[in-house]
C-alpha cells in the first residue's frame, strides 16, 4: 500500500527501513514479517468466558478480579510478539483490593466513577503483561 509515492506497511507489520526513516535499515527486508500474531480459539474463548461469568455472577461482581485474570491469562497465552509469547503475571489478590475500592466509589458517586475504573483497569493489565 503507498499514498503519494511513500511505502506504508500492512498493519501488524514491520516498516522497512529507508531514506528518512527511523527504522534501520533492513530491519523490515523480510517479506510480510509478522510483529505480532494471535493463536487462540473459540472452544478455549468460550470456556474462558462462561468460567469469568459464573466467577462474577455467584460473587455478586466481588470476584470480578479473578475473572479479569482468567480472560487476560488466556489472551497473553495466546498472543505472540516477535514470535514470543506474552505471559500475564498479574494475580486477582493483587488486584482485588483496588477494585473493592473503585466498586465502593462507583456506588457512592452513583456509577461516575466508573469512567475512571476503565483506565486504571486497562494500566493494571498492561503493566502485567509481560513476556514469557
Not at 11 to 26: C, E, I
Not at 113 to 127: A, H, N, S
Amino acid at each position: 500500500m503507498s499514498f503519494n509515492k511513500e511505502h506504508v506497511p500492512v498493519y501488524g507489520q514491520m516498516p522497512a527501513g529507508g531514506p528518512g526513516s527511523m527504522v534501520a535499515s533492513g530491519a523490515g527486508d523480510a517479506t510480510a514479517m509478522q510483529i505480532y500474531s494471535f493463536r487462540g480459539g473459540a472452544a478455549s474463548w468460550f470456556g474462558t468466558q462462561i468460567l469469568g461469568v459464573l466467577i462474577t455472577v455467584c460473587t455478586l461482581g466481588i470476584c470480578y478480579p479473578f475473572a479479569v485474570v482468567l480472560v487476560e491469562r488466556w489472551r497473553a497465552k495466546n498472543t505472540y510478539l516477535h514470535g514470543r509469547q506474552l505471559l500475564f503475571v498479574g494475580t486477582g489478590w493483587g488486584i482485588f483490593g483496588l477494585w473493592l475500592k473503585w466498586l465502593l466509589l462507583c456506588i457512592i458517586t452513583l456509577g461516575i466513577y466508573t469512567f475512571w475504573v476503565y483506565p486504571r483497569l486497562m494500566q493494571w493489565r498492561v503493566e502485567k503483561t509481560v513476556y514469557a
